[in-house]
């Protein structure tokens, strides 16, 4: 097991360096850079050829930029010097190849710089959004997980029954209902929105959040978090639920459940005792990257009807404004620990069932 830990560490490097030089690669011939975003928030700035100490109305200044046009779109009027500058900044005076290299190098030493447009570093700007996602992360898998398994136990042994017939129809009618149209459901119903106002609109604290005491600050937070949570995960109860109904179902139909009915064992020892291990294999192994997929995956949609900022807004305002060390550095990490939660869910299958080894598979 050991040797198959250590060859799977291995492949995280070359997977790693494929998915940043894809990615790298596409954003090479995406229009609108940084650079083109600042252009386009300076042009048309009356003042600031005065502060760079040009004026962009004179015949010498649209010549000395005019044969930038064809590269920075928005750029005539504009000095070539300032250019050069902008470039120099953010580091487009170098070949595409030695920028990718040098970020690789940074990269490897977790060291992800600045953000472009903000005067923070990469870092810090994503330990701001962390609590956001920590929060709808966190708690949506874990009451997923808490709610769709033994309603998934329930439902299997249960099958054909009413009980059965109807939590399905439950089921399937909140998986259909899109999140974003779920959350402005709730806002509108328990928001304040035309019938009660039981929760807040915004934030994941109160204003008055400092002076609360600790039991108010944990009622406080719990109050703020409810609405959101709860559309974070209406859809993942159906897939959750669903897959542990079909997984019990399955081994229970098998012929080692019929020997041990057989020996005189209660339906719960058959069930908790044999069943539980081999039907939930699959659910229990899958937590990690379940909880990463959901963790790391925040929704923008429910962020922003919420008005909660973490890394779906972080990542979203990034992606516009070409802030490339921001899309870069939380693509480089948490695709790294994405890679490192599949060997953890491989560590879980064996965990779960010591007959499973990825050792001495061909």
């Keep these: 097991m050991g040797a198959y830990i250590l060859r799977r560490l291995l492949l995280i490097v070359p997977t790693l360096i494929g998915i940043m030089v894809i990615n790298f690669t596409l954003t090479q011939f995406v229009p609108g850079g940084p650079i083109e975003q600042v252009l386009a928030k300076l042009e048309g700035n009356g003042d600031v050829m005065d502060r760079l100490g040009g004026s962009g109305g004179d015949a010498g200044g649209e010549d000395a930029a005019g044969g930038l046009d064809s590269k920075y779109i928005g750029a005539r009027g504009l000095p070539p010097e300032f250019i050069a500058s902008l470039e120099k900044e953010f580091g ?71 009980f059965d017939v109807w939590t399905s129809g439950i089921i399937i009618v909140g998986y259909s209902i899109p999140g974003f149209l779920f959350a402005i459901l709730l806002l509108v119903v328990f928001a304040g929105g035309s019938y009660f106002q039981w929760f ?66 209660s339906e719960s020892g058959v069930l908790y005792g044999h069943v539980f291990r081999n039907a939930m294999l699959i659910v229990i192994a ?40 921001v899309i870069f550095g939380t693509l480089y990490f948490f695709g790294l620990i994405g890679l490192l939660m599949g060997i953890v869910s491989d560590l879980m299958y064996v965990w779960v069932d010591p007959r499973i080894d990825f050792a001495r598979r061909g």
């Design 92 to 162: 487009f005076d170098k070949p595409p190849l030695q920028r990718f290299l040098e970020m690789m190098w940074n990269y490897a030493r977790f060291d992800f710089g600045k953000s472009y447009f903000r005067s923070v570093t990469v870092v810090d700007l994503v330990m701001e959004k962390l609590p956001v996602s920590i929060t709808l992360g966190l708690w949506s898998t874990l009451i997923a997980y808490l709610v769709s398994i033994p309603l998934g136990i329930r439902k299997a042994v249960k099958a054909g029954s009413s």
């Design 200 to 265: 807040p609109l915004r934030g994941l604290t109160s204003d008055n959040w400092e002076e609360l005491s600790l039991m108010g600050k944990i009622g406080d937070y719990l109050w703020h978090i409810t609405l959101p949570v709860t559309a974070s995960l209406i859809s993942s109860f159906a897939t959750l639920t669903l897959l542990t109904k079909n997984s019990f179902l399955e081994e229970i139909r098998k012929q080692y459940v019929m020997t041990a009915r057989a020996k005189g064992l």
């Design 286 to 325: 899958g937590f990690p990257a379940a909880f990463v997929s959901v963790f790391f995956g925040s929704s923008l949609i429910i962020e922003t009807i919420f008005s909660l900022d973490g890394l779906g807004r972080l990542g979203f305002e990034a992606a516009v404004s070409r802030d490339y060390p």
